[in-house]
């Protein structure tokens, strides 16, 4: 009987197995891991950016906010009739006499 088994031996041409070579692959994951890296950090910039705008423009509207307030005190401070308590009563000055004034033509 071991006569009518016999043993064959199954060749297949232009086939082999490939087993890929690890320096390749692992170049691959590190250019993946880095380009994941610089998406997540200029993610992180990004958003660290918008904030310091957010910071910068908050800041703009206060000191806008406190030019409007300065420009009320300096028309309250410039009325002619608080310049003219002030220059009496600080610097002792009064309204002149009618024969003070003298006209040049």
Known sequence: MSEAVSSTTVRITGFSFYRPQLSSVFIAILLVSLLSLLFVWSRIHAISLEYDISSLERDI??????IKEMKLEAAFLARDERIEKLAGRVLGLRAPAPG???RID
Not at 61 to 66: E, L, T
Request: proline share 0%; net charge positive.
């Open 100 to 102: 003070q004034i003298i």
């Open 61 to 66: 509207r206060v000191q806008q906010q406190q």
